[in-house]
């Protein structure tokens, strides 16, 4: 609260100054070539760089930009741009189609960054009769994560575990003055109220790489974090990661290629050992339920349809200490015994060098694979370390106890990548950022009833009601023949139930289908589990 508070007051002491020179630039928000921070504040540009005095400016054609409501500003490219050293040097602002400013009268504008667990129960709460809603984001549904391991061996198909983003908040796709835009955001600018983006596939435009600028009254980060390599050579050319459905589209094209090239004439014993060698790094519930999910797939389905090459294929998970260290030591050992029994390798080692066919340990033995699977937890991702607002322990974007971030006025994060900087950083859970939506969409709606939704309208004496609190619900993992953990403790050094087997793998069945974002969804699933029961599962191998 302190750290915060500070923050807050040293924002307001650039005072009036400031405000004026805010409102100067907002004046004329389309025209005015050159604007200065008004206190030199947190300003990430999406190129990073200042022009020069000097440097030549290369003027690109005005563009359209839409036909609901939005205007464009001519746009500009810069050569040889470094920024300036002097703190008092003006800068030329680059010019980009825009979505100009909210004026008097209309509805405040809340733009969300980022279509994951905590942005979209954001955008399910808003009140759009209050607000105007963008979002922007580099996918355009929400991935149902607990549920994905499921995709990669084809007991669920992968449009059962997305959700359209305009499904969830229909207003983006109907409302005037709401959008949706498929771009990666770049930079913000805290002092003027935008966030500069790049659009996602923007191949077929004209001008390409194409850059636009939202303006906000309220700015809503939650875009997410990036898999944790620790910086080990070869992980990211080499390893497939499990966040999103495009990676378990590539690792079931890479398992199933592999099953397939074994059964061509001349391949050596040693090949085929190699390629049919799966290879899970991190012992936590995802890496823990895709090799139960392997288990299975192997036992029930290769061993039917690739009976010339069923002996080959093997599991092996690598953890440097303990699988699912945050469940209860009963529901652990469990585990251990259970994903042994069922052909699964575990193996305690750290990863040193990750080369195209093998792994090194740190105790200089190595691992051949054929399909390599990186689930090591998640750490900040290249936006959020190029933003120079405070930051949390591990590199999140620091936020109070009303997941505000402090020393700007109107921004918000919450999700995977933002930590109280006060108090212990909350775990990279599902529950844990849809909870941080929850709270926070319903804080914005008191305040926007309370005419608090404009830019720096927060300044007045608004309440912004009790902090967040998280409490923990409990955790689940699926580890494949119908068994699963279920441990409801809130804290691991808690009391609690803990339950593993088959009653376990119904109650974690029943939640997760109650939890599929929409009914067609809850329908698509049930579908799946019941197809893959009776007929087994696809192998097709589509792409």
């Known amino acids: 609260m302190a750290l915060a508070r500070i923050a807050r007051n040293g924002y307001r002491r650039s005072g009036s100054s400031a405000m004026a020179n805010y409102a100067n630039c907002e004046k004329d928000f389309i025209s005015e070539d050159r604007c200065r921070s008004p206190i030199g504040g947190i300003f990430t540009h999406p190129h990073k760089k200042i022009p020069a005095s000097g440097h030549t400016i290369r003027t690109l054609s005005d563009s359209n930009f839409g036909s609901r409501g939005m205007r464009t500003t001519p746009q500009y490219q810069f050569a040889n741009a470094e920024r300036a050293a002097e703190s008092d040097s003006e800068y030329e602002s680059t010019k980009y189609p825009t979505l100009e400013a909210t004026k008097p009268g209309q509805k405040p504008r809340v733009v969300v960054l980022g279509s994951g667990w905590a942005a979209c129960r954001f955008l399910k709460g808003i009140d759009t009769r209050l607000y105007d809603v963008v979002c922007i984001s580099p996918r355009n549904h929400m991935v149902f994560t607990p549920l994905l391991a499921s995709t990669c061996v084809g007991t669920l198909e992968f449009r059962s575990v997305v959700e359209p983003v305009t499904q969830i908040q229909t207003a983006l796709a109907n409302d005037p003055n709401s959008y949706f835009f498929l771009a990666s955001c770049t930079g913000i600018d805290s002092d003027k109220h935008e966030v500069y983006c790049e659009a996602v596939g923007d191949d077929g435009l004209a001008n390409a790489p194409y850059h636009f600028k939202v303006a906000y009254d309220k700015l809503v980060i939650a875009s997410g974090a990036e898999a944790l390599t620790f910086?080990?050579?070869?992980?990211?050319?080499?390893?497939?990661?499990?966040?999103?459905?495009?990676?378990?589209?590539?690792?079931?094209?890479?398992?199933?290629?592999?099953?397939?090239?074994?059964?061509?004439?001349?391949?050596?014993?040693?090949?085929?050992?190699r390629l049919l060698h799966c290879v899970v790094i991190g012992g936590g519930p995802t890496g823990v339920e895709f090799s139960g999910e392997l288990s299975d797939f192997i036992m029930r389905d290769v061993r039917q349809r690739y009976a010339h090459v069923k002996n080959y294929m093997k599991v092996t998970l690598i953890e440097a200490n303990e699988i699912l260290s945050s469940f209860d030591l009963g529901l652990r050992k469990y585990a251990s015994k259970h994903l042994t029994k069922c052909g699964v390798r575990l193996v305690t080692g750290v990863v040193k060098e990750v080369h195209p066919n093998k792994i090194v340990l740190s105790d200089g033995s190595d691992v051949p694979y054929g399909l390599l699977v990186w689930s090591t937890g998640v750490g900040p991702s290249e936006f959020v370390k190029s933003l120079e607002f405070p930051k949390a322990p591990g590199g999140r974007i620091g936020v109070d106890e009303w997941l505000r971030v402090p020393t700007v006025e109107d921004v918000f994060a919450l999700g995977d990548c933002a930590g109280f900087l006060e108090k212990p950083v909350l775990p990279a859970l599902a529950q844990v950022a849809e909870r941080e939506g929850k709270y926070l969409v319903e804080m914005?709606?008191?305040?926007?009833?309370?005419?608090?939704?404009?830019?720096?309208?927060?300044?007045?004496?608004?309440?912004?009601?009790?902090?967040?609190?998280?409490?923990?619900?409990?955790?689940?993992?699926?580890?494949?023949?119908?068994?699963?953990?279920?441990?409801?403790?809130?804290?691991?050094?808690?009391?609690?139930?803990?339950?593993?087997g088959f009653v376990s793998w119904f109650i974690w069945r029943s939640a997760y289908l109650t939890r599929v974002i929409s009914w067609r969804n809850r329908f698509y699933v049930a579908i799946n589990w019941a197809t893959t029961l009776v007929f087994g599962r696809d192998n097709s191998r589509i792409g």
């Open 444 to 500: 914005l709606n008191r305040i926007g009833k309370q005419n608090g939704g404009k830019a720096l309208s927060l300044k007045k004496d608004i309440p912004l009601g009790d902090p967040f609190v998280y409490k923990h619900l409990g955790s689940m993992a699926s580890m494949g023949r119908y068994k699963a953990l279920v441990d409801l403790r809130q804290s691991k050094d808690a009391e609690g139930i803990s339950l593993a």
């Open 231 to 273: 910086g080990i050579k070869g992980v990211k050319e080499h390893a497939f990661f499990l966040r999103d459905v495009t990676h378990a589209q590539d690792i079931r094209k890479r398992l199933l290629l592999n099953l397939m090239l074994c059964e061509n004439p001349g391949i050596s014993e040693e090949e085929k050992e």
